[in-house]
Structures are given as C-alpha cells and as structure tokens.
C-alpha cells in the first residue's frame, strides 16, 4: 500500500507538545463547569440539611428542606450550571462538525494530492531538517528504483550522497527569499548505478515543523542531447569526420601563422568519382554506405593531417600544417592507390570506384585559407578532367583555364540578366494527393536568358553565381518581381486559405548567409503588403546543412513572422535525418531522382516510402518531384505522400496565368 500523502502531518511529534482541539477544549470547560455546579449545589444542600439537623426539624418530622435559603442557592445554582453546560454543549457540537467537516476535507486533500503527486514526471521528496525521507512520489520511485515504503526508512543522503541538507539549513533563511534554490548532484539507485539530478529545493513548514521539499529531474537524456546537438554541430553524422564549418574555422585559425620548420601548409581536396553512379544505379542508401566507408579510409591513411573533414555531398578535405605538409602529397598518392584497390559491395553487386584529389601547397602570409580552398577544388576538376583516379597539384596555370572555360563564361551572363530583366519567372502546381478539397500551390521556378535570347536552365547559371556570391541578387530580383506582380492575388489567396501557402520560392546558401537579406525581405513584404502564410520558401538541404546555426537563426525569425519552410532536394546532400529534427520545417520535399523510378524500381520505392513516414513522424507533410506520369501520382498517393509536383500534376505556367477565382483540374 503507497504511503498516504499526509502521513507525516499524522506522526507524533518530537518536540512540543500538539494542541488541543477546540472542540475538546469547550467539551473540557463545560465538563469542568458542570462538575463545580453540581459540587457547589451538592455543597449547599448537604450545609442546609446539617442545619435542619441541628435543629431538630427533620427528627421531628416537621418535613423536608423547606425552601430555605441555601436550598434556593442550591437549585438556582443548579439551574445555572444546566443551562451553561448546555451552552457548551451546543458550542461542542458546532465545533465537532466543523472539525470533522474539515477533516473530511483534509483527506480528500490528501486525495487529490496523491493523484497529483502520481502524474508528476518529476520526482517529488519531502524530508525533515535532518534529511529523514517523509514523502516520496510514484515518479521518484521510478526515478530511483526504490519503493516509496522502503524509502521512508532512510537517509536521503543514500539516494543523493552529495545533498548535506544539514549543511544546506545554515542558508535556508536567506535562501527562503528568493524561493528556491537549485543544486546539481548525482543519484544513485537501487543497483548502484550513478546519474546526473538537478534538484530545486526549499523549505517548507508544515503543522508548524519545517521540511525540505526536493524536486528531483533526471539529467542523463538532456546530457546526451547535448553531447548529441554538439557533435552535430561539429561533425558529420554519417562519417564521424568533422563538418564544414568546423573545418572552415580551423582554417581561419591557421591563416597568418607559420612553423618555424616548415612556412607552408597543404590542402588536398578529395571527391569520389562516378559516386552519382553509385547513387543512381543501386540507390540512396548504397551511397551512404560508399561515403561511410571511404570516410573511413581517408582518416585511416590522413590521419596525420591537422583538420579532416566532409565539406558537402562525396567531397572530402584535408588540412596539413607544418612539417606535416611535406609529407602531404605522398599520403595523397597512397590514399588513392588504396581506393583503387578497394572493391566496394552492395548486396550482390561489387563496383570499384577511385578518388580524385587536388591539392595545393601555400603559405597561409600570403594566401587566405578559401583561396586555397578553391585552388583546391580547381586542382580536383583537373584530376577528373585528365581521368580521374589521380591526385593533380595545383599549379598557376590551372585556375585561368578552368575560369575560361565555366565561370567566365555565364558571370557576365548573369550580370547583365539581372541589370536588363531576363529572367523568366515561371509557376508549377504542387497538387494535394490525400485530400480532393485542398488547395493546390505553386513553386516559382527561374529560366535566364543570354544575349541571343536563348534560355539557359538553372543547372547551368546558378552553381556559378553561387561560387561568385551572385545569388543574393538574384533572389532579391525574383522576390521583388513575384511580390509587385502578385500581390493582389497573395492578399485574396490568404483569405481564402488562412493556413495555406500559396507560392514556394527558392532561396541560395549564400543568400542565406548575406547579412543584409533579412532586413531586406522584411521591407518587401511590408511595402508590397504581402501575408507571410501565403509564402513557403524552399532551401535545399545541403545550402542549410553549409551554415547550421545562420540557417536556423533565418528560418526561426522568419517562421515566427508566418511563413513556412520546406526542405528541398532532400536525399541529394548529407541525408542525414538528424539536421531535419534540428531545422524549423514544414515541408520535406523528396528528391525526384528517387521518384521517376518508382514504377519499377523497389529500392526508389523503398526510400521514398522511409522518407515520407519519416517526415511524417516529424510532423512534416512531404512532396515528391518529378511525378511525370499519372501512374506515378496514384503510387505516391498510394504510398501516403502529401503532395506532388511535376508534368503528371502540371506543366509550369506564366506567372500572369496563375489562377485566381477557381482551382486548377487535378489529375486523377
């Protein structure tokens, strides 16, 4: 039987002594006043019959008492003493009740508080000054593996060795004050077994005895979530090796210092060759496990190096400082030597796959640490240019051919596109599949055109303006043309779907990480006078992935404010479900690589099954790409995708051609 809530109010004190009832106090008096009535008259009668004996009057038979005077005393003093222990009487009674009415009351209290004390999650312990446990709670018995009649024979010195409650009294006054006070101590339960306590603390006073009051949280699962949180805010979940913005700040911390050894360091960029095959041909998690496992052999075979990490995708980098630089490109070289070597299997299925490296020497006096990385990565596109499976050293000559030939090409491209306008803004539904009443939405989708009036795909100009940091410019043009066009249409689509979004818009990593585009996106929905809920912008899971902590901070902000956020490309990047549970997300938008197949590929049907009950786990809704055929849109509605999006939806229409008064014909 648990131990009554109550039952050290019930316990005979140490000390003192419990007062009296005041209904056994007036039961006392009115006792006492009846017994001194009754004496006195006694007293008086017996005095009155001694008299009359005296005289003769009773041997004579002259008859009785008569109604002398003490007689009359005798009985007005009698009637008096009725009368008054009457008064008492009632006065007792109306107390009893009163007392057994709050007695009543008291154990229902006491009721109530145990069913409060059992729904607690936190473990509730009462003791006295000395620490002797008085009251323990359902959760504390879970908490310590301890039975609550058991615990009430010991010390709380055995559940919480360093708590000195004795000690603790001293301050308890001063304490007192401020409410609580809150202390940190390890547990031990009953198989001996040690865990982190945060304890908030106070005294209490009770039936005019003070106790201690301890509200006991167990610490073990948010010490892990916060070991967990902070590897993930250094490393990469899928290799162990360090991230990219780990890595990028440990560049910057070896930029400007030099060994007295050796002035030069090295930087060596590695990438998986034909790893999109890899990714296509057997599926996603063949991928993983290929990135997983080469992970592996490069901090096996570099482990020399100062910083390793995963930049992005099935790019690797590696940093030497010092001596250990001189020794870089001969670990390059074995590194590759030994993928060559490796013969990677997935189920019945064996591939070789090679590595190409770049790498540069440089003195971090003269050149910045992302100018070596760049140099890095241009040394690594030559690698695969001659063949791929070699590592290639960067030399002068590398960077201005390379830039001839891609990014000098389109930058100017994109410069003159943003300052004449030619950008092509177009809109593609994304129809609901689970539910026939829902509104369809769009996704705003961006075609440039060059000099000739050609259109070049995104593919083609984006990943230059990104390197470039053309991008924030470029989604600031497209905010600015999709809000002055389609305002009016905004305001009456949010009337009529308060909760809904109406157009997806993408957003870059580096307009992510631009200082000034916060500020600046605010001012275009305030001046256009557009609802935040009518927006959902897009980020692709590897620009999020770049800058964590940036793209969290922007995401929050802007969420606050109404709008909401999908998860774009995902499966394409780091796939790591562990940064969907660290993002403010409303949507997860399934790669559409994983989608085309699903007719007849049980793998691609696998992952976007897993995907999807993921993010629905999460509390995510999921819309898949590249729904090309109807066929496709029934097994994704089918599988219990929320949305769809593609030509088996849709084709993308002109901006001006969005309807505004009645949905667009859903496929069946």
């Not at 009846?34 to 008299?51: D, I, K, N, Q």
């Not at 209490?204 to 167990?218: A, M």
């Not at 910045?368 to 030559?382: F, H, N, T």
């Not at 993408?506 to 609802?531: A, C, H, V, W």
Request: with cysteine; hydrophobic share 45%; net charge negative.
């Amino acid at each position: 039987m648990r131990p009554s809530p109550q039952r050290f109010l019930t316990q005979p004190r140490k000390r003192g002594r419990r007062p009296l009832a005041r209904s056994t106090r007036w039961a006392s008096r009115g006792y006492l006043v009846a017994l001194v009535g009754g004496l006195v008259a006694v007293c008086l009668l017996a005095w009155a019959y001694g008299r009359l004996l005296e005289s003769g009057a009773v041997a004579s038979g002259q008859g009785g008492f008569g109604l002398t005077l003490p007689v009359k005393a005798a009985m007005g003093i009698a009637l008096v003493t009725i009368l008054v222990t009457f008064v008492f009487y009632l006065r007792f009674r109306v107390l009893a009740w009163t007392e057994l009415r709050a007695l009543t009351d008291l154990d229902t209290a006491g009721e109530t508080l145990r069913a409060l004390l059992g729904t607690v999650s936190h473990g509730v312990i009462l003791t006295d000054r000395n620490g002797q446990i008085r009251l323990f709670n359902p959760a504390a018995e879970i908490l310590f593996g301890r039975l609550g009649e058991e615990t009430l024979a010991l010390p709380i010195s055995t559940l919480i060795p360093d708590l000195k409650l004795v000690d603790e009294w001293d301050t308890s006054a001063v304490d007192d004050v401020a409410g609580h006070r809150v202390r940190y101590a390890a547990g031990v339960r009953a198989d001996e077994h040690s865990f982190p306590l945060r304890i908030l603390m106070r005294t209490l006073t009770l039936d005019c005895e003070r106790f201690w009051l301890l509200l006991v949280e167990d610490l073990s699962e948010l010490e892990r979530s916060e070991r967990r949180a902070e590897f993930l805010e250094q490393f990469d979940p899928l290799t162990g090796l360090q991230n990219r913005p780990t890595f990028e700040r440990i560049l910057a911390e070896v930029e400007g210092t030099t060994a007295e050894d050796n002035p030069t360091h090295a930087l060596c960029l590695i990438d998986v060759d034909r790893f999109k095959v890899v990714n296509d041909a057997f599926g996603h998690a063949a991928g993983n496990k290929l990135l997983e496992q080469f992970g592996q052999i490069i901090k096996t075979k570099l482990s020399s190096a100062t910083a390793l990490a995963r930049l992005s995708g099935d790019e690797f980098v590696a940093l030497f400082v010092g001596q250990a630089a001189n020794h870089a490109a001969g670990l390059c070289e074995d590194l590759v030597r030994t993928a060559r070597n490796f013969l990677f299997t997935w189920q019945e299925h064996s591939l070789d796959v090679t590595l190409s490296v770049g790498l540069v020497v440089f003195e971090p006096s003269k050149i910045g640490g992302i100018e070596a990385l760049s140099q890095a990565d241009i040394a690594c596109r030559l690698a695969k240019e001659k063949g791929r499976d070699r590592v290639h050293v960067y030399g002068h000559g590398d960077a201005e051919s390379l830039r001839h030939r891609a990014d000098m090409t389109i930058i100017p491209t994109i410069g003159s596109a943003l300052s004449e306008g030619r950008f092509r803004i177009m809109a593609q539904p994304i129809q609901p599949l689970q539910h026939d009443d829902g509104p369809i939405h769009f996704e705003i989708l961006v075609r440039m055109q060059d000099e000739d009036g050609k259109a070049v795909v995104p593919d083609h100009f984006i990943p230059a303006a990104e390197r470039h940091i053309l991008m924030p410019a470029v989604d600031r043009w497209i905010i600015t043309y999709v809000f002055s066009r389609r305002a009016e249409q905004l305001r009456a689509w949010h009337e009529r779907f308060p909760d809904h979004f109406m157009l997806a818009i993408n957003l870059s990593g580096t307009t992510l990480i631009d200082e000034g585009f916060m500020s600046y996106l605010k001012r275009q929905f305030t001046e256009f006078d557009i609802p935040y809920p009518s927006i959902c912008f897009e980020i692709t899971e590897t620009a999020a992935i770049a800058d964590l902590h940036q793209a969290r901070r922007f995401m929050q902000e802007i969420r606050a404010l109404g709008s909401v956020f999908a998860v774009d490309d995902f499966g394409t990047g780091f796939a790591s479900y562990s940064y969907l549970k660290s993002l403010p997300v409303d949507y997860l938008k399934i790669d559409g690589s994983f989608v085309r197949g699903l007719a007849n590929d049980p793998v691609d049907r696998a992952l976007v099954t897993s995907i999807n009950r993921i993010g629905h786990v999460l509390g995510l809704e999921t819309i898949a790409e590249w729904a090309e055929t109807p066929e496709l849109v029934s097994i994704l509605r089918d599988i219990g995708v929320d949305y769809a999006q593609g030509f088996g939806v849709g084709k993308p229409l002109q901006l001006d051609e969005l309807p505004i008064a009645r949905p667009l014909a859903r496929t069946a």
